[in-house]
């Protein structure tokens, strides 16, 4: 059992390059998350998902965008990286009626120079 | 406006004695509230939790209280150990509303000395 797993774990950009950080879990939880921790803070959410086919803006979506086609993924895709953008990024899932909180992947550090 | 407060960036605490790590919130939506332990270059790792019906909850050697008139809720760890040396996050949730999602507070970091 994998859990969330999240690709690449770094990764360097130039301003204006896009891509996209992959999260994958297989615990066939509906609810997934991408939160950003930038140094010293805590984590805020800018996309989330109920399920497949379904997505929906957080705290700081700007900038970023996402899908959900299956249960399993929710991509999250940068477009036009900014230094703004250097951040820690986390993907979490859980399930509608899980009182235990999230399952957080390991994370993608990103640096935009 | 900040929702999810942690006023204290760090703590240090001897071995063996109680960390009291402390939150205070502003939204009196909240109705679900998660304490999560994180290390360098790992995901945050869900810790104890703690319901608004209830004002304490105790797993091992971890204790959440909750006050809720004050909006405040502190996490105990009794005895402390060195491996619990740590950033930890507060968090909450409107379990029943909007999808679940959490509000995290800053993160207070524990530093336990043997």
């Known amino acids: 059992n994998a859990g969330v797993t999240q690709t690449p774990k770094f990764r360097i950009l130039k301003i204006g390059q896009s891509m996209t950080l992959q999260c994958t879990q297989d615990?066939?939880?509906?609810?997934m998350y991408w939160y950003r921790q930038d140094p010293g803070m805590g984590l805020k959410l800018i996309y989330y998902?109920?399920?497949?086919?379904?997505?929906d803006k957080g705290e700081v979506p700007n900038g970023y965008n996402v899908s959900r086609s299956t249960t399993e993924d929710f991509p999250l895709r940068l477009e036009l990286a900014a230094p703004s953008q250097t951040s820690v990024y986390f993907c979490?899932?859980?399930?509608?009626?899980?009182?235990?909180?999230?399952?957080f992947g390991s994370g993608t550090r990103l640096t935009v120079v | 406006d900040q929702q999810v407060k942690q006023n204290s960036p760090s703590l240090s605490v001897q071995e063996g004695r109680i960390s009291i790590l402390n939150c205070d919130y502003t939204?009196?939506?909240?109705?679900?509230f998660l304490w999560y332990k994180k290390y360098p270059a790992e995901g945050p790792t869900f810790l104890i939790s703690i319901s608004s019906i209830k004002d304490k909850n105790e797993d091992g050697r971890f204790t959440v209280f909750l006050n809720k008139s004050a909006k405040h809720l502190s996490l105990h760890i009794v005895p402390s150990q060195p491996g619990d040396s740590a950033v930890y996050f507060c968090a909450a949730s409107g379990i029943n509303t909007n999808a679940g999602k959490s509000t995290f507070g800053d993160g207070t970091t524990l530093t336990v000395k043997p």
């Open positions: 939204n009196s939506m909240f109705d679900y």
């Open positions: 615990m066939n939880h509906n609810y």
């Open positions: 998902s109920v399920g497949a086919g379904i997505t």
């Open positions: 979490a899932s859980r399930t509608p009626t899980d009182n235990y909180g999230y399952t």
